[in-house]
């Protein structure tokens, strides 16, 4: 069946180097992604999201980039600081909001 | 100060019992929703709402319930049947008619023994 997932599990980082989550989704007619963010115990909050008529989106130390060929989706975040260790999810639409499990990204001082 | 409430963030309870989550919003959303999620797992939705009055069943909807008597309010009730109830519950809203951004609560940890 159709499903968003994710590449990788976990990710650390060094604080000041740029990181980069993957997602990996399989329905071709999905045509609108966020990336959310979710610390430990709290809701998620969203980052930034992409279009399907697009294939890169920046904001404020983060770029997402939207690979429709190969149905990828990634979240780069620039000079990681240790605030942004948490849980990033992508969740992708066609009808309705499916999200993937989450990669945990830990960054190291 | 607009956004979404759950309350409370703990709450524990003794197998068998029925408990009711709370979720407040004041976005003025249409759609509201509630997913669980568990340890190391991404979000499962349990019910949904695009309207008023009415509410749909979402992956998980076995062992829960759910209202939406007011726009602004989804309350979730866990109920007995439910097998594996101690889980992270999760309520969003959308505005709804197109508009698929979901703003999430804080979440409440149920936990049953």
């Known amino acids: 069946g159709e499903s968003v997932g994710l590449h990788l599990p976990t990710l650390s980082v060094q604080e000041g180097d740029n990181s980069i989550i993957n997602c990996a989704y399989s329905?071709?007619?999905?045509?609108?992604f966020i990336w959310y963010k979710q610390e430990s115990g709290k809701g998620p909050q969203f980052i930034i999201d992409?279009?399907?008529?697009?294939d890169k989106r920046q904001g404020q130390r983060v770029t997402v980039l939207l690979n429709k060929t190969v149905k990828h989706l990634s979240l780069q975040i620039a000079a990681t600081q240790p605030g942004d260790s948490a849980v990033y999810f992508c969740?992708?639409?066609?009808?309705?909001?499916?999200f993937g499990a989450g990669t945990r990204l830990t960054v190291k001082p | 100060d607009g956004g979404i409430t759950q309350s409370p963030k703990y709450l524990f309870r003794k197998e068998g019992q029925n408990v009711t989550l709370s979720c407040e919003q004041n976005?003025?959303?249409?759609?509201m929703y509630w997913y669980r999620q568990d340890p190391g797992q991404g979000l499962r939705l349990i019910y949904y709402s695009q309207i008023v009055n009415d509410f749909q069943k979402g992956d998980i909807a076995e062992g829960y319930s759910v209202s939406r008597e007011k726009k602004e309010s989804f309350p979730l009730t866990v109920t007995s049947a439910q097998k594996n109830p101690t889980a992270f519950y999760l309520c969003?809203?959308?505005?709804?008619?197109?508009?698929?951004?979901?703003?999430f609560g804080p979440g409440t940890r149920l936990t049953v023994t």
């Open positions: 992409i279009r399907s008529n697009m």
């Open positions: 969740a992708e639409t066609v009808n309705d909001m499916r």
């Open positions: 976005l003025n959303h249409d759609a």
């Open positions: 969003a809203s959308s505005a709804g008619g197109g508009a698929f951004e979901q703003y």
């Open positions: 329905n071709s007619a999905s045509d609108y």
